[in-house]
Nanobody, 122 residues
Framework: QVQLVESGGGLVQPGGSLRLTCTAS????????ITWIRQAPGKGLEWVAS????????DYAASVKGRFTIPRDNAKALSVLQMDNLRPEDTGVYYC???????????????RGQGTQVTVSS
């Protein structure tokens, strides 16, 4: 069974950091790009960052570039979204997906986790 599980969300003050982890199972993790997406309250899905299969190429949304990084560990079948200098507008539910997908939609044939809540507030 293909499964992605996000963890590491929580409440953090502006300027703080969080480290989200996406743990994969049921497929050959090293054969898939990984994308992180998010959904702010009352808004649609937004692409955050993607990384290719070997971790050679990464791309970030303009809103997070310079603050977020997206390493991966193929041996452990996990992806990380390291979020620094967080802002209130980063609040939302964060999901990982086993594809390079810069135009996420609610309906997808890719595997997507259940999400983890990130709240940035003082």
């Amino acid at each position: 069974q293909v499964q992605l599980v996000e963890s590491g969300g929580g409440l953090v003050q502006p300027g703080g950091s969080l480290r989200l982890t996406c743990t994969a199972s049921g497929f050959v993790f090293s054969s898939y790009s990984i994308t992180w997406i998010r959904q702010a309250p009352g808004k649609g899905l937004e692409w955050v960052a993607s990384i290719d299969t070997k971790g050679t190429y990464r791309d970030y949304a303009a809103s997070v570039k310079g603050r977020f990084t997206i390493p991966r560990d193929n041996a452990k079948a996990l992806s990380v979204l390291q979020m620094d200098n967080l802002r209130p507008e980063d609040t939302g539910v964060y999901y990982c997906e086993n594809a390079w997908n810069q135009s996420p939609t609610a309906s997808t044939t890719n595997a997507r986790g259940q999400g983890t809540q990130v709240t940035v507030s003082s």
